[in-house]
Antibody, heavy 125, light 107 residues
């Protein structure tokens, strides 16, 4: 069974940092691109970042709203994906979901076929 | 960026009703559209990809259609378990973008 479990969220002051983690199980993690998608309270979904599999260079992409502040990485030996979130703003308050990109989508511009349960990040003074 | 617009934002319906949700893209995305269902406090789950392909395990009362800029998600006969929020997402190009969501509530 595919499982994605996020952790690392919490209450943080503006300007501070957090590292979100996503542990994966039930599939060959290294073969898949991974996304982070967020959802502000009562709002819609917003794609945040993508990391491709090593087969596609392990390259990364970011939404304009987080580029330069957030960093997505992966550790295929441990089946983990991470999102380092720096210089947090109140508008970054959201549930952050780790998602698996459907295999075979090539470069990663694709849909998500599995989602974690999410981790809540609250940015407030 | 490709803008995705869903309508309606809220839909009131009864068990057994046929329900249609529309998603429009600001430019052609061919068939690169997915639909997700989200229940309160839960993560989204994939329903449809490629505009009309049903994800494994999803009931056949769900169907998707469309191409280019206009897409629909249809629930042929609403079940009690279907009251939820539905999101469309384009994957023709980065950044991936989602519609604002359609909440299907009990009439």
């Amino acid at each position: 069974e595919v499982q994605l479990v996020e952790s690392g969220g919490g209450l943080v002051q503006p300007g501070r940092s957090l590292r979100l983690s996503c542990t994966a199980s039930g599939f060959s993690f290294g073969d898949y691109a991974m996304n982070w998608v967020r959802q502000a309270p009562g709002k819609g979904l917003e794609w945040v970042a993508l990391i491709r599999s090593k087969a596609y260079g392990g390259t990364t992409e970011y939404a304009a709203s987080v580029k330069g502040r957030f960093s997505i990485t992966r550790d295929d030996s441990k089946n983990f994906a991470y999102l380092q979130v720096n210089s947090l703003k109140t508008e970054d308050t959201a549930v952050y979901y780790c998602t698996r990109v459907r295999l075979g989508c090539g470069g990663g511009s694709c849909y998500s076929d599995s989602w974690g349960q999410g981790t809540l990040v609250t940015v407030s003074s | 960026d490709i803008q995705m617009t869903q309508s309606p934002s809220t839909l009131s319906a009864s068990v057994g009703d046929r329900v249609t949700i529309t998603c429009r893209a600001s430019q052609s995305i061919s068939k690169w559209l997915a639909w997700y269902q989200q229940k309160p406090g839960k993560a989204p789950t994939l329903l449809i990809y490629g505009a009309s392909s049903l994800e494994s395990g999803v009931p056949s009362r769900f169907s998707g259609s469309g191409s280019g800029t206009e897409f629909t998600l249809t629930i042929s006969s609403l079940h009690p378990d279907d009251f939820a929020t539905y999101h469309c997402q384009q994957y023709d190009a980065l950044p991936l973008t989602f519609g604002g969501g359609t909440k299907v509530e009990i009439k």
